[in-house]
């Protein structure tokens, strides 16, 4: 497709679709804001954009596709600030956040001035951050929700997946209600939850001094998502606050009939609920991306001598195999260690292991 596309917040996500773009539509020009001046000299650099613009209205009011990939609240002002704007009447507006229903509340204002805005959310992330971590197709095989009102006519929403089909991801439309119940379940949910657990943890690790260590292993793993950015969590809570309020109450039922299990000791009732949680979830589809960005671990067991971490990584450096995160786990005693390793993508996970298979005999497993 030929046109102008602007893109406002030079991130992983608006960069990664900025990239997407520029490789399929190759007459579009693509230009960029963000309020973060390196990032958006970085993006110029790297070649995410082609032009940078130095305030939002020099580059809405020249595009044909104006893409906001910013934290929502900020996408909110965003929004009702281009409904002031001298835009063009065949523009179309798009998002790329979390949480809809008060940010199409928000577009109202674009919509009484006749401007389309047609909400989305591409489901996929990365566990690194901003433009220089950007992915032409980190969005492969993820799906990507569009939540257009009822009066976006077909031809609209089109020509967005036009544009957009360069993602390589996968369209469903929803309506911002379905939108905001379905990421609140599957997304927004499990961070309150892992929050939790590290809090509780924190909490009793002031008398019990070694949990600190223990929780190196598998409770790190289920609760990596505890690491995200506080501010963008918060804003997340407080506008799908009516699904997580209802969801917390579901919970509450839920941990009572745990409760309740565990006062009756009902042998029988205790093993169906877990069976019943493992059948679920080892249904679930492996390699389908999510919501919630996949964590592509290896686990290697190492011999305790000195250089043998300097060592696998040199191997993965030689074969330019990326490695997104490294750690050591100290839940073990012995004198093999475990060494993990975190990749980016399922390919990058299967490269290493041919790699280490080739260069080593130790022995490694796959995180699931």
Same mark, same amino acid.
């Given at each position: 497709?030929?046109?102008?596309?602007?893109?406002?917040?030079?991130?992983?996500?608006?960069?990664?679709?900025?990239?997407?773009?520029?490789?399929?539509?190759?007459?579009?020009?693509?230009?960029?804001?963000?309020?973060?001046?390196?990032?958006?000299?970085?993006?110029?650099?790297?070649?995410?954009?082609?032009? @940078?613009?130095?305030?939002?209205?020099?580059?809405?009011?020249?595009?044909?596709?104006?893409?906001?990939?910013?934290?929502?609240?900020?996408?909110?002002?965003?929004?009702?600030?281009?409904?002031?704007?001298?835009?063009?009447?065949?523009?179309?507006?798009?998002?790329?956040?979390?949480?809809?229903?008060?940010?199409? @509340?928000?577009?109202?204002?674009?919509?009484?001035?006749?401007?389309?805005?047609?909400?989305?959310?591409?489901?996929?992330?990365?566990?690194?951050?901003?433009?220089?971590?950007?992915?032409?197709?980190?969005?492969?095989?993820?799906?990507?929700?569009?939540?257009?009102?009822?009066?976006?006519?077909?031809?609209?929403?089109?020509?967005?997946?036009?544009?957009?089909?360069?993602?390589?991801?996968? &369209?469903?439309?929803?309506?911002?209600?379905?939108?905001?119940?379905?990421?609140?379940?599957?997304?927004? &949910?499990?961070?309150?939850?892992?929050?939790?657990?590290?809090?509780?943890?924190?909490?009793?690790?002031?008398?019990?001094?070694?949990?600190?260590?223990?929780?190196?292993?598998?409770?790190?793993?289920?609760?990596?998502?505890? @690491?995200?950015?506080?501010?963008?969590?918060?804003?997340?809570?407080?506008?799908?606050?009516?699904?997580?309020?209802?969801?917390?109450?579901?919970?509450?039922?839920?941990?009572?009939?745990?409760?309740?299990?565990?006062?009756?000791?009902?042998?029988?009732?205790?093993?169906?609920?877990?069976?019943?949680?493992?059948?679920?979830?080892?249904?679930?589809?492996?390699?389908?991306?999510?919501?919630?960005?996949?964590?592509?671990?290896?686990?290697?067991?190492?011999?305790?001598?000195?250089?043998?971490?300097?060592?696998?990584?040199?191997?993965?450096?030689?074969?330019?195999?990326?490695?997104?995160?490294? @750690?050591?786990?100290?839940?073990?005693?012995?004198?093999?260690?475990?060494?993990?390793?975190?990749?980016?993508?399922?390919?990058?996970?299967?490269?290493?292991?041919?790699?280490?298979?080739?260069?080593?005999?130790?022995?490694?497993?796959?995180?699931?």
């Amino acid at each position: 497709m030929n046109g102008q596309v602007f893109v406002i917040g030079l991130g992983l996500i608006g960069g990664s679709i900025a990239l997407s773009i520029k490789h399929t539509h190759l007459e579009a020009k693509c230009s960029g804001y963000d309020v973060n001046k390196e990032q958006l000299k970085l993006g110029k650099m790297l070649g995410v954009i082609d032009e @940078s613009v130095s305030t939002i209205r020099e580059g809405a009011e020249k595009a044909d596709l104006i893409i906001i990939a910013t934290p929502v609240n900020e996408t909110k002002r965003i929004v009702e600030e281009l409904a002031h704007m001298n835009l063009k009447r065949d523009v179309i507006i798009t998002d790329a956040g979390s949480t809809k229903k008060e940010i199409i @509340s928000s577009a109202n204002y674009l919509k009484q001035k006749g401007f389309t805005f047609i909400g989305g959310h591409p489901m996929a992330g990365s566990h690194k951050s901003g433009v220089s971590a950007a992915r032409r197709l980190l969005f492969e095989n993820a799906f990507y929700l569009l939540t257009p009102e009822p009066h976006i006519t077909e031809e609209k929403i089109d020509r967005l997946k036009e544009w957009l089909t360069s993602t390589k991801a996968k &369209f469903i439309t929803v309506t911002p209600h379905e939108h905001d119940y379905l990421t609140g379940v599957i997304s927004h &949910f499990p961070h309150i939850i892992a929050a939790s657990l590290v809090r509780r943890a924190e909490e009793s690790s002031q008398t019990q001094k070694l949990i600190p260590r223990l929780a190196a292993g598998g409770f790190r793993d289920i609760t990596r998502i505890a @690491s995200s950015s506080p501010a963008m969590w918060r804003d997340i809570l407080l506008q799908n606050n009516e699904v997580l309020l209802g969801l917390l109450e579901d919970w509450k039922k839920e941990m009572n009939y745990v409760y309740e299990m565990l006062t009756t000791a009902d042998n029988e009732e205790i093993f169906q609920y877990f069976q019943s949680a493992k059948t679920f979830r080892d249904e679930m589809p492996q390699k389908q991306k999510g919501a919630i960005p996949a964590f592509y671990d290896l686990f290697v067991d190492v011999p305790d001598y000195p250089g043998v971490i300097s060592e696998i990584t040199g191997y993965l450096a030689k074969e330019e195999i990326s490695i997104t995160n490294i @750690s050591i786990r100290e839940t073990r005693e012995e004198i093999t260690g475990v060494l993990v390793i975190s990749f980016q993508t399922e390919e990058d996970r299967d490269r290493a292991i041919d790699c280490i298979n080739r260069q080593t005999s130790f022995e490694h497993t796959i995180g699931m």
